[in-house]
């Protein structure tokens, strides 16, 4: 039984600013960071990055910035929020400091646990259910990924989305294992069936357990025409780790330079997918979508990442305030580090 009482008021939105030299870097709330952000990026694009985070969403900040500082406001039903942490490739460690403490609205709740909180609720202007409620709380055990991955309400972009959550039944298996976002995935090679959209990029979350996956093979319909379904395929070699990894694909571009289209191609609709070849059920997808844009902040495999996990230089596992990592975590000042310490 929840009991609870309502006393809204206007509520004070917080600020905070942050100082960060011209460099790489990522901005992180509730441990949660941005997409890698280089140089001396807009107020609109760090406001951007700052509202995919599933930390935030689907509530959204405002930012504005000045010749050396961001100022990013939160709304006020977030009341007095953690400050933000930044991660820089400078020698100069990002300032942030809090310019307006916050003080909550009264106007919506969020249950939190072990840091991770549900989105916030209105109990006010909303008739809130008891299975309302259970929904809530059941996703505080999901893995939460960003908006423009796996949520086509707020993400224009996405045309078709499959992310195995329908029917899910959770165990006690690790959830690491289970799933990429939400709480369960597919054991299976089928990416998409039965799509009827046009969209240029096929995105998806993969785990294989072996080397036998060669291709992505696929309908496809083109210039509008749905009569007729061409058939090829694109070769593909998976990260076959048994992790997670999340990749996207420009199938019209590939088809175009394998000259299995021409040209003239200026939309293709990608009816059916799937990987090639599935053997021994050592396939697990989940967070497919395909889509006219690529996910905001969305980085290939041969973007230098601040994480350094695969440079030779760092040695896994290492030990940091007695405990063991298998890859790069951050320190007690929100800095990366990847050997004993």
């Given at each position: 039984q929840l009991t609870y009482t309502t006393s809204s008021s206007n509520g004070t939105s917080e600020v905070q600013s942050l100082q960060v030299d011209s460099s790489t870097f990522q901005i992180g709330f509730r441990g949660v960071y941005t997409s890698i952000q280089t140089g001396r990026p807009t107020a609109s694009a760090i406001q951007t990055a700052l509202n995919d985070l599933p930390t935030i969403s689907p509530l959204v900040v405002s930012v504005t910035s000045t010749s050396t500082l961001y100022l990013i406001t939160f709304p006020a039903e977030m009341g007095d929020v953690p400050l933000l942490t930044c991660i820089s490739t400078s020698s100069n460690t990002p300032i942030i400091i809090e310019v307006v403490q916050g003080v909550d609205s009264g106007s919506k709740i969020a249950f939190e646990l072990d840091g991770q909180l549900t989105n916030y609720i209105d109990f006010v202007n909303s008739n809130v259910t008891q299975d309302d409620i259970y929904s809530e709380i059941k996703n505080l055990f999901n893995i939460q990924c960003p908006p423009s991955i796996n949520n086509a309400k707020l993400t224009t972009s996405i045309v078709y989305l499959e992310d195995f959550?329908?029917?899910?039944?959770?165990?006690?298996?690790?959830?690491?294992?289970?799933?990429?976002?939400?709480?369960?995935?597919?054991?299976?090679?089928?990416?998409?069936?039965?799509?009827?959209?046009?969209?240029?990029?096929?995105?998806?979350?993969?785990r294989i357990l072996n080397s036998y996956v060669i291709s992505i093979d696929m309908g496809i319909q083109i210039n509008g025409d749905t009569t007729t379904t061409l058939w090829p395929s694109i070769s593909f070699t998976p990260k076959a780790d048994k992790i997670w990894h999340y990749t996207c694909i420009d199938i019209r571009a590939r088809l175009l330079s394998q000259s299995s289209i021409d040209s003239t191609v200026s939309s293709i609709v990608i009816t059916y997918a799937w990987l090639n070849n599935n053997i021994k059920k050592a396939i697990y997808i989940d967070t497919v979508s395909i889509r006219t844009a690529l996910p905001q902040g969305y980085e290939d495999i041969s973007t230098n990442p601040i994480d350094q996990s695969i440079n030779s230089s760092c040695v896994f596992p290492f030990y940091y305030n007695n405990n063991s990592y298998t890859a790069c975590t951050l320190d007690n000042n929100s800095r990366t580090i990847c050997c004993d310490g």
């Amino acid at each position: 039984q929840l009991t609870y009482t309502t006393s809204s008021s206007n509520g004070t939105s917080e600020v905070q600013s942050l100082q960060v030299d011209s460099s790489t870097f990522q901005i992180g709330f509730r441990g949660v960071y941005t997409s890698i952000q280089t140089g001396r990026p807009t107020a609109s694009a760090i406001q951007t990055a700052l509202n995919d985070l599933p930390t935030i969403s689907p509530l959204v900040v405002s930012v504005t910035s000045t010749s050396t500082l961001y100022l990013i406001t939160f709304p006020a039903e977030m009341g007095d929020v953690p400050l933000l942490t930044c991660i820089s490739t400078s020698s100069n460690t990002p300032i942030i400091i809090e310019v307006v403490q916050g003080v909550d609205s009264g106007s919506k709740i969020a249950f939190e646990l072990d840091g991770q909180l549900t989105n916030y609720i209105d109990f006010v202007n909303s008739n809130v259910t008891q299975d309302d409620i259970y929904s809530e709380i059941k996703n505080l055990f999901n893995i939460q990924c960003p908006p423009s991955i796996n949520n086509a309400k707020l993400t224009t972009s996405i045309v078709y989305l499959e992310d195995f959550e329908t029917n899910c039944i959770y165990d006690e298996t690790s959830i690491t294992t289970n799933a990429f976002c939400g709480q369960c995935s597919l054991n299976g090679n089928t990416l998409v069936n039965g799509n009827n959209q046009t969209g240029n990029y096929l995105c998806f979350a993969y785990r294989i357990l072996n080397s036998y996956v060669i291709s992505i093979d696929m309908g496809i319909q083109i210039n509008g025409d749905t009569t007729t379904t061409l058939w090829p395929s694109i070769s593909f070699t998976p990260k076959a780790d048994k992790i997670w990894h999340y990749t996207c694909i420009d199938i019209r571009a590939r088809l175009l330079s394998q000259s299995s289209i021409d040209s003239t191609v200026s939309s293709i609709v990608i009816t059916y997918a799937w990987l090639n070849n599935n053997i021994k059920k050592a396939i697990y997808i989940d967070t497919v979508s395909i889509r006219t844009a690529l996910p905001q902040g969305y980085e290939d495999i041969s973007t230098n990442p601040i994480d350094q996990s695969i440079n030779s230089s760092c040695v896994f596992p290492f030990y940091y305030n007695n405990n063991s990592y298998t890859a790069c975590t951050l320190d007690n000042n929100s800095r990366t580090i990847c050997c004993d310490g």
